[in-house]
C-alpha cells in the first residue's frame, strides 16, 4: 500500500513538471511577429516626386502662469542639518529613525542637490531636497523629484 502511494505522489510531481514546460512554437511565433513588426516599422516610406505645397504652422508662445492653487503644507520644523530653509521646500522623506533620515541626505548630496534634514515637534525627521524663495521655482522641482521620489510634497515655512 505504501508502495502504491509513493509511486502514485511520484507520477503526479512528474505530470506537473513536463505540464508546466512552456512550448518553444509559443516562443518561435512571438518572435515572429516581434520581427515582423520591427521590419514593417523600419520599412523605408516612398515619396512621390510630385512637389507638394508645404503649409506652416504659425508660431506660438508660451507664457507662463504663475502656480496659486498648488497643495503645501505648514509645519513648524527646526533645521537640524543644513544651511536654513526659504519660504517653500520640497520634502521627499520623513523618518522617525535619523539615521535613516541622515542615509537619504547623503544619497540626495551625491545626486547634486543641497539637501537638509529638519524635525518636527513630534520629533518626525523631514529630509528636504531643495528650498526656494518662491512657489513656482519649488512646484518644478518637486515635479522634477517626483520620478523617483513619488510622495515628494510641498513644505510652507
Do not use: H
Amino acid at each position: 500500500m505504501k508502495n502504491y502511494l509513493v509511486l502514485g505522489a511520484a507520477i503526479c510531481v512528474a505530470l506537473s513538471m513536463v505540464s508546466c514546460k512552456s512550448k518553444e512554437s509559443a516562443y518561435k511565433k512571438a518572435y515572429e511577429k516581434a520581427k515582423q513588426q520591427q521590419t514593417s516599422a523600419q520599412a523605408p516610406v516612398q515619396r512621390s516626386t510630385a512637389q507638394q505645397p508645404t503649409t506652416v504652422a504659425p508660431v506660438q508662445t508660451v507664457t507662463t502662469t504663475p502656480v496659486t492653487n498648488e497643495a503645501t503644507r505648514t509645519e513648524n520644523l527646526t533645521v537640524v542639518n543644513g544651511a536654513g530653509l526659504k519660504a517653500f521646500s520640497v520634502v521627499v522623506g520623513s523618518f522617525s529613525v535619523k539615521a535613516n533620515a541622515e542615509a537619504l541626505q547623503r544619497k540626495l548630496n551625491s545626486a547634486g542637490y543641497a539637501a537638509q534634514i529638519a524635525t518636527n515637534p513630534q520629533g518626525m525627521y523631514r529630509v528636504i531636497a531643495s528650498t526656494f524663495d518662491d512657489l513656482n521655482s519649488a512646484v518644478e522641482s518637486r515635479n522634477n523629484l517626483r520620478s523617483q521620489y513619488s510622495d515628494a510634497w510641498l513644505l510652507r515655512k
